[in-house]
């Protein structure tokens, strides 16, 4: 009996120590949590910086107020270093609290560190186990110490108001689109492919170190930045910009499916028309050593937020969505001569050809001599409250 | 080093002479030879010499190939 | 005695054990987009292998595979190819203990020293090997549904990032690289004679559950690749260290549970776990056949000893036992899981040969 009783006994105290959790474990308040990292790299000293942007655990409303007013909710911590690997020690001589970057929301890269190359980062990230690749990136133009020492009014985490904001502009307008991860730029680099990511702009050059300031103005632009434009990548490096007219197209053509409005010209006249692309269909084909790629898009129209004019009748309806299919047609080509003659190959062709014909020799030469058409079908589905505008005249109808 | 005899040894001689005891000696014999291939190899690890066993076994194919 | 459908799921699970783990990152970087044909390919030479071995066994039914070279070839060098056997499975359990301790230091819990992952797998396995072979068995049986759930639950929820495009040009990759490189021939599939340990207990006959269960695998196996692919591209799955670890360390529920894959990590544990089982039992039954021994708990401590020490000592590094995989192991596992049960066959049919003669 007791031997049986001693034998339980030492089980029992060896199961303590190889509770493994002994090892690894952390408590909730000695981790930092990371809620956006920034990138920056100084050419002439050969270092690189890096940006944490760490939630501020005392800053929630449901905490009691701290003698002394109100507490940021986010504190920015710098690190400079040699490499990324590095900062990963030196944090520390900064930072008091275990960092935990499983949970951040947006990567910011200055535009320095884009036009040099990205790719540092993303091995960085890739090979950490605990680094998310599934985050959106954002390049930011200019410094990138002032963004990240930023308030934002509204949403209170600087990320989440970024992260918010693209989540709008993916829903509600062509100008971002959800393949802005950094798992889809290193897909899209690994592939030599090209990605477009948003560009963060300053708005104007004050700032305000408080957040309280912040808070309490009514002037939301006041320091604030705005999500405007793109930045072309190859080979993770930046080549390019491409403007906000030029995002529509772009995304457009990458078959982004959401919502746009904009102003188009129907006979003469100026109408702002939504509209959505429902299906794109793309061909590849070869003729006598020429790429042949032709693009459809069937695409819908919708006067909800129509002002100006609105069609009566069956023939003007025929009329504007032959007049708007025409004008994105033009655009998209316009766009296409541009992704060629700067070499961006931004509508993915040598990726078409790839996939498609992948035992054809010629497709690292594709995009200069391929013949691209475009057909766009736009059709009037839906209409807005208004079935005619109001018009100058008085009484009459 | 110390840490590897004081854990291995008593758990190696205790059962053995405990079986021994009891009469059962093919069960000590079995005990101890699988055990002392078991020590054998955390002595090297121990020693940061470990004997990898993949480069043992590569040494043996190539030898008939 | 245990059912042919119990027998049938720890099968399958042995199979797909660490395979998630191990073969995935390189079967991709060779077979790109179209690696989730080569399980089905190498699954059906495992039901080649698979029926070999029955071919043995039908002439000795009721043993497994530790008594059979006892009977074929005598006591003396019975024993001598019975304890090669023992050396086979030790060198395995080594293996999946080395790749359970890499995987969990490399992800999840890099600050743990790796014996404790041994230690702890090695208790709970002697313990329930101890028990015998019917609550491994039931045990496999009542965790299956808990393991096949919440993995390909997990996988749906993934398929957010899902993007066909990836699959493309399908078919394009000449069949023949796949014979270039045997070693996916070898892991897992010639690795399933550990399962014939079990045969013996196996109601009304083991081959049909055992051949349908490495078939079942092979399609599991391939599936997952396909859905790895799906989720992150030939490309980059081919340069990460744990592509299932990945593809779930990006599946979000909502916004707010993005970090599950600490729990998916434990399941894919369970698995290997079951391998471990398996191989356990395959190791305490060689040695109770070959020496039979009196006592039981004694030698599963010189057990624990000797596979920690063995896991410790398997290879320096990953890239080491890549190159080991790639260049050798194919010959290793060939020599043990068909050399020498052909040996085994061709010296049962000298026997009989021998014993109709004398009748």
């Known amino acids: 009996m007791t031997l049986r009783h001693a034998a339980s006994l030492l089980i029992l105290l060896a199961a303590v120590p190889l509770l493994s959790s002994c090892w690894d474990k952390t408590e909730m308040n000695q981790l930092a949590l990371v809620s956006m990292v920034g990138v920056d790299s100084d050419p002439d000293k050969g270092t690189i910086k890096v940006y944490y942007q760490i939630i501020n655990p005392l800053s929630g409303s449901s905490t009691i107020k701290a003698p002394g007013g109100e507490q940021a909710p986010v504190y920015t911590y710098e690190m400079e270093a040699k490499s990324f690997g590095e900062i990963r020690s030196q944090i520390y001589k900064k930072l008091p609290r275990k960092l935990f970057i499983a949970h951040y929301k947006v990567l910011l890269v200055s535009e320095q560190t884009a036009r040099q190359s990205i790719r540092d980062y993303a091995n960085f990230i890739e090979m950490q186990p605990n680094g998310r690749s599934s985050i959106p990136m954002l390049v930011v133009e200019g410094p990138l110490e002032p963004v990240m020492k930023t308030f934002t009014p509204l949403e209170k985490v600087p990320s989440d108001s970024i992260r918010a904001r693209l989540d709008q502009l993916i829903q509600n307008s062509l100008l971002s689109e959800r393949n802005i991860r950094i798992t889809d730029v290193i897909e899209r680099m690994q592939q030599s492919r090209s990605i477009v990511l948003p560009i963060l702009t300053r708005i104007d050059d004050a700032r305000s170190a408080k957040s309280g300031e912040v808070a309490s103005n009514i002037d939301a632009e006041q320091g604030s930045f705005i999500i405007s434009g793109g930045a072309v990548f190859q080979n993770y490096r930046m080549t390019g910009r491409l403007n906000d007219e030029q995002m529509i197209w772009y995304h457009l053509l990458a078959g982004d499916k959401g919502l746009h409005v904009r102003l188009f010209e129907v006979e003469g006249k100026p109408v702002s028309l939504e509209f959505h692309l429902d299906q794109i269909k793309r061909k590849a084909s070869w003729q006598s050593g020429r790429p042949v790629i032709r693009i459809f898009m069937d695409i819908e129209l919708s006067t909800a937020y129509t002002s100006e004019y609105i069609p009566k009748s069956r023939n003007e309806v025929d009329k504007m969505e032959q007049e708007v299919s025409q004008a994105i047609e033009r655009e998209c080509y316009k766009l296409y001569e541009l992704s060629r003659e700067r070499e961006w190959d931004l509508l993915g062709i040598k990726y078409l050809l790839r996939r498609k014909t992948p035992d054809h020799p010629n497709i690292e030469d594709a995009e200069k001599n391929a013949k691209v058409s475009i057909q766009v079908n736009a059709r009037l589905k839906k209409m807005g409250s208004l079935q005619k505008p109001y018009d100058e005249t008085g009484g009459g109808s | ?65 | 005695m245990i059912s042919r459908f119990q027998f049938y799921l720890l099968t399958i699970n042995f199979i797909i054990g660490t395979t998630p783990f191990v073969m995935l990152q390189g079967l991709i970087a060779i077979g790109k987009q179209d690696a989730w044909i080569w399980p089905l390919l190498t699954g059906g030479a495992g039901v080649l292998a698979g029926m070999f071995w029955l071919l043995l066994f039908r002439h000795y039914p009721g043993k497994n595979l530790a008594q059979i070279p006892l009977e074929a070839m005598g006591r003396f060098p019975g024993a001598i190819v019975s304890f090669l056997f023992f050396v086979y499975f030790c060198n395995l359990s080594g293996w999946i203990l080395r790749n359970l301790s890499d995987f969990l230091n490399g992800t999840i819990m890099p600050a743990t020293p790796a014996i404790v992952f041994h230690i702890m797998f090695l208790l709970v396995a002697c313990y329930t090997v101890a028990q015998g072979a019917e609550c491994v068995v039931r045990l496999n049986q009542i965790v299956t549904p808990l393991l096949f759930f919440p993995f390909w639950i997990v996988f749906l929820l993934a398929t957010v990032n899902w993007n066909w495009e990836r699959f493309e040009p399908v078919l394009h990759l000449n069949p023949v690289v796949l014979f270039q490189h045997p070693a996916f021939f070898g892991f897992p599939f010639l690795e399933t004679i550990s399962l014939t340990m079990l045969f013996p207990f196996v109601q009304q006959g083991p081959g049909r559950p055992f051949l349908l269960g490495i078939l079942t695998a092979a399609v599991s196996l391939s599936i997952l690749v396909f859905v790895i692919i799906g989720l992150l591209g030939a490309d980059r799955a081919s340069q990460l260290t744990y592509p299932v670890y990945t593809a779930i360390q990006e599946v979000a529920i909502g916004e707010a549970l993005v970090n599950i894959h600490s729990v998916i990590s434990v399941i894919l544990l369970v698995l290997i776990f079951i391998k471990f089982l398996v191989l356990v039992y395959g190791i305490s039954e060689t040695l109770q056949q070959v020496v039979r021994p009196r006592t039981r708990w004694p030698h599963f401590l010189s057990l624990m000893i000797l596979l920690t020490a063995i896991a410790h000592s398997m290879y320096e590094n990953p890239i080491q036992n890549a190159q080991w995989s790639e260049e050798y192991s194919i010959y290793y596992n060939t020599f043990f899981t068909i050399v020498i049960p052909a040996l085994l066959l061709v010296a049962t049919w000298i026997k009989r040969a021998y014993q109709k003669r004398q009748n």
């Open chain 2, 1 to 65: 080093m110390l840490l590897l005899h004081f854990v291995l040894v008593p758990l190696i001689v205790l059962p053995a002479a405990g079986l021994l005891r009891k009469g059962h000696y093919r069960d000590a014999v079995i005990f101890v030879s699988v055990s002392l291939p078991g020590y054998g190899l955390w002595y090297c690890i121990a020693n940061q010499r470990p004997f990898i066993i993949t480069l043992f076994l590569e040494k043996v194919i190539k030898m008939f190939i």
